[in-house]
């Protein structure tokens, strides 16, 4: 007889066998299995038609115990399991069906496998994107990569914050300067507000590498990833969705039965149009290009680093996102080059020759040698989805919102789309939240979806000031053009007054470059947000630039640095990504205790934080008391994607019946059959 010791908990054990560390790691630990001949002790069984545990390659070898001792022989298992074929191989079951493995269908993915979801992600080519569009990864982005544990193998490959640096305006690479700006919180006095608002700064990594990052760790946390795998169409009923999927390589088509559905197949999206998603917008209002190429291009740049050259060049009024565009995709030898063209007249051939003819061009050196990698055509859309949802089926990413790249969202914003949606999903299917949860994520992200893309194409518009200033806005020829770019020059009032609007011009390309706001200021209202009874706080800074500090519910819970003597987190490395967390005082006690509490009844995750002197967490510079804005013995309640749930502006009778109100009315289950929260309730929180 053989007994099997499993090594002290570290975290979940999910449904389907994941071991998850409180950050959502998977740290199911190899397992050295001693064999005795005649003696077989089974893994555990898998799921039918899900997916391979989770290898594991590091972690401390499970101990086995023996009371045989002879014979013995040591196999190593390194914990890679079979996928089991399912009995009717033309219907695989999973809880979870991700169509699309771009950043919003890859990320929905890490989010749910780090949840412990069962998941399946599909996508019909044979690998990850292979040109490198989207790369500006902003704050919030990095602040949800760092909940789930890989922002270290982001931060390993990227571009770091200090060389995106200032954005360049310019006639040519080679040729003269038209101003500069520093961008991305570069400049001395934004650098501030950029650092204090999260612990993660943006960085530049290119989607060709950001993918296989999201890819890798969701596969290795549990999704079964299946390339070459063509969604075809899906019909849903009360309790699913059928899915047929077509396997490219064999022909073979086969249905996954799924609870839920995520069309995350981009700006094309067949999934949003079967779905029948309302739209407002237009798609194809403009004409632009992609070139890629590889050149040494250091001596023109590595001495003014930036990720974006701006050239204003004959041709650069026409079509495009705003101007001619050179992109560093990896300092200082791979680049990117978007160029327009009219969108209403016949599209240009693109060839070997004419692309490099454009890239010699824009950098301003007549006979560049280059590789040319490759190119495309591509229309720019003002299009978004005013509702992203349908019963079982969601849609995210560029499937719901369709932009210019202008600002760098879309990534960003389709990754912070699976974000929202995943610990909903996770919810729901552990049995913690009611369906109506689900309804909250469009709710939630349709109007994110209308502000960045009017915000994006926005950004590509205030390129018109800056072409009116240098006087080359209609410029019909290339003489015409370049005579004009002279005007800014001339020692005449009229120069005087260009100088002037130039500068005005760049400056007001902060909404684009230099937009916090925008990149983390998203607020929810919802039925998963309790209000507290008050208003928002009044805005005192530009919304749009400047980033409302505050744990008003339904905003992001405010960065601050908590610690001890030997350690040092931000609020949003204590607050956990798979539950919820309960930040109190030291005279809050009761609302630790309370959460506690719930958690062991509910038995789900509540994370209770009191923070304060003598506790585990200390407020060391005092930033979260200046920032908590409700008193030491009131509670903030956080969910699980760091949005504020519910506030309590101090001590209540009985916190526990306050808590578990607010949590039952946010997750929309049926807990506390009294649970909705009245106007009376609110005014005992703010009391
Ligand atoms: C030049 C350029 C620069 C950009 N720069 C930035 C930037 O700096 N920052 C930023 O945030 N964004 C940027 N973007 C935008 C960004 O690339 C997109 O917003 C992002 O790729 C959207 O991700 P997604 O996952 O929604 O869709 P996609 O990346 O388009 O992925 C769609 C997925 O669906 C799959 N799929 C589609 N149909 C099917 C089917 N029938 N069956 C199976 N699979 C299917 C595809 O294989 C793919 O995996 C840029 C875009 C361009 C063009």
């Known amino acids: 007889?053989?007994?099997?010791?499993?090594?002290?908990?570290?975290?979940?054990?999910?449904?389907?066998?994941?071991?998850?560390?409180?950050?959502?790691?998977?740290?199911?630990?190899?397992?050295?299995?001693?064999?005795?001949?005649?003696?077989?002790?089974?893994?555990?069984?898998?799921?039918?038609?899900?997916?391979?545990?989770?290898?594991?390659?590091?972690?401390?070898?499970?101990?086995?115990?023996?009371?045989?001792?002879?014979?013995?022989?040591?196999?190593?298992n390194d914990?890679?399991?079979?996928?089991?074929?399912?009995?009717?191989?033309?219907?695989?079951?999973?809880?979870?069906?991700?169509?699309?493995?771009?950043?919003?269908?890859?990320?929905?993915?890490?989010?749910?496998?780090?949840?412990?979801?069962?998941?399946?992600?599909?996508?019909?080519?044979?690998?990850?994107?292979?040109?490198?569009?989207?790369?500006?990864?902003?704050q919030r982005t990095m602040e949800i990569l760092r909940d789930v544990g890989v922002e270290d193998e982001v931060l390993a490959q990227a571009v770091p914050h200090h060389q995106m640096g200032d954005t360049i305006y310019c006639e040519s690479l080679a040729g003269e300067e038209i101003g500069r700006r520093p961008t991305w919180g570069f400049r001395p006095d934004r650098r501030a507000d950029y650092e204090l608002a999260s612990p993660s700064m943006?960085?530049?990594?290119?989607?060709?590498?950001?993918e296989p990052i999201l890819v890798e760790n969701a596969t290795k946390r549990g999704t079964q990833t299946q390339f070459s795998t063509e969604y075809i169409s899906h019909e849903q009923d009360a309790d699913g969705v059928n899915v047929r999927v077509r396997n490219r390589l064999t022909g073979h088509e086969y249905t996954i039965r799924a609870r839920y559905l995520i069309g995350a197949d981009g700006a094309r999206s067949r999934i949003a149009e079967e779905i029948d998603t309302p739209f407002e917008g237009a798609m194809d209002i403009g004409g632009s290009m992609n070139i890629q190429f590889k050149a040494d291009l250091s001596h023109l740049v590595a001495h003014r680093p930036s990720i974006l050259y701006w050239v204003f060049a004959p041709g650069s009024n026409i079509g495009g996102i705003g101007a001619g565009l050179v992109r560093c995709v990896r300092p200082w030898n791979e680049w990117l080059v978007v160029w327009g063209?009219?969108?209403?007249?016949?599209?240009?051939?693109?060839?070997?020759?004419?692309?490099?003819?454009?890239?010699?061009n824009l950098v301003g050196i007549p006979d560049l040698e280059m590789?040319?990698?490759?190119?495309?055509?591509?229309?720019?859309?003002?299009?978004?989805?005013?509702?992203?949802?349908?019963?079982?089926?969601?849609?995210?990413?560029?499937?719901?919102?369709?932009?210019?790249?202008?600002?760098?969202?879309?990534?960003n914003t389709s990754i912070q789309d699976s974000y929202n949606l995943a610990w909903k999903l996770a919810a729901v299917l552990k049995g913690h939240a009611g369906e109506e949860l689900l309804e909250t994520y469009s709710v939630e992200r349709a109007p994110v979806a209308k502000q960045i893309v009017t915000r994006a194409n926005n950004s590509s518009r205030e390129y018109g000031p800056i072409f009116e200033a240098l006087g080359?806005?209609?410029?019909?020829?290339?003489?015409?053009?370049?005579?004009?770019?002279?005007?800014?020059?001339?020692?005449?009032?009229?120069?005087?007054?260009?100088?002037?609007?130039?500068?005005?011009?760049?400056?007001?390309?902060?909404?684009?470059?230099?937009?916090?706001?925008?990149?983390?200021?998203?607020?929810?209202?919802?039925?998963?947000?309790?209000?507290?009874?008050?208003?928002?706080?009044?805005?005192?800074?530009?919304?749009?630039?400047?980033?409302?500090?505050?744990?008003?519910?339904?905003?992001?819970?405010p960065h601050a640095w908590i610690g001890d003597t030997l350690n040092k987190q931000s609020t949003h490395d204590i607050a956990t990504g798979t539950g919820f967390t309960v930040f109190t005082g030291i005279t809050g006690r009761a609302w630790a205790e309370a959460a506690e509490d719930l958690a062991r009844e509910w038995d789900m995750e509540i994370r209770a934080v009191v923070i304060g002197e003598g506790e585990v967490h200390q407020d060391l510079y005092g930033d979260w008391l200046r920032q908590r804005e409700v008193q030491e013995d009131?509670?903030?309640?956080?969910?699980?994607?760091?949005?504020?749930?519910?506030?309590?502006?101090?001590?209540?009778?009985?916190?526990?019946?306050?808590?578990?109100?607010?949590?039952?009315?946010?997750?929309?289950?049926?807990?506390?059959?009294?649970?909705?929260?009245?106007?009376?309730?609110?005014?005992?929180?703010?009391?």
């Not at 399912?86 to 780090?114: K, Y």
């Not at 009219?342 to 454009?358: C, S, V």
Request: hydrophobic share 35%; proline share 8%; charged share 20%.
């Open 1 to 76: 007889m053989m007994s099997v010791v499993f090594p002290p908990s570290q975290g979940n054990l999910s449904r389907a066998g994941h071991l998850l560390s409180p950050t959502g790691q998977c740290c199911n630990p190899p397992h050295f299995l001693l064999v005795i001949p005649d003696t077989f002790v089974p893994m555990p069984e898998q799921r039918t038609g899900g997916r391979a545990r989770c290898p594991n390659p590091s972690g401390t070898p499970m101990t086995v115990r023996t009371e045989r001792r002879k014979n013995i022989m040591a196999v190593f």
């Open 371 to 411: 590789e040319i990698t490759g190119y495309s055509l591509w229309g720019n859309n003002e299009q978004y989805a005013t509702h992203m949802q349908k019963g079982r089926v969601f849609i995210a990413g560029d499937a719901a919102h369709r932009h210019p790249p202008s600002h760098g969202l879309g990534s």
């Open 202 to 210: 943006p960085c530049d990594l290119p989607q060709t590498l950001m």
């Open 341 to 360: 063209y009219d969108i209403t007249g016949t599209p240009p051939e693109l060839n070997d020759e004419e692309a490099k003819r454009i890239v010699r």
């Open 472 to 557: 080359v806005k209609d410029a019909t020829t290339e003489e015409e053009f370049v005579e004009k770019l002279r005007l800014r020059k001339e020692p005449t009032a009229e120069g005087a007054a260009r100088r002037k609007a130039l500068r005005a011009a760049l400056d007001n390309k902060d909404y684009e470059f230099n937009a916090q706001g925008t990149e983390i200021g998203q607020f929810y209202e919802s039925s998963a947000v309790v209000c507290d009874g008050l208003g928002r706080p009044e805005v005192t800074e530009d919304p749009m630039l400047h980033h409302q500090k505050s744990t008003y519910p339904g905003l992001r819970l």
């Open 634 to 687: 009131g509670a903030i309640l956080v969910r699980p994607d760091k949005h504020i749930g519910w506030r309590a502006h101090r001590m209540v009778e009985d916190p526990r019946s306050a808590l578990a109100a607010v949590l039952s009315t946010i997750l929309s289950n049926d807990r506390v059959t009294d649970g909705q929260i009245t106007e009376a309730d609110l005014v005992v929180f703010q009391s």
């Open 79 to 138: 914990g890679i399991a079979e996928t089991t074929t399912p009995e009717n191989s033309d219907v695989v079951t999973t809880d979870v069906l991700i169509v699309g493995s771009g950043p919003a269908g890859a990320s929905a993915a890490l989010f749910l496998s780090t949840h412990g979801i069962d998941n399946i992600m599909i996508t019909k080519y044979r690998w990850t994107a292979n040109t490198p569009r989207a790369h500006i990864t902003n």
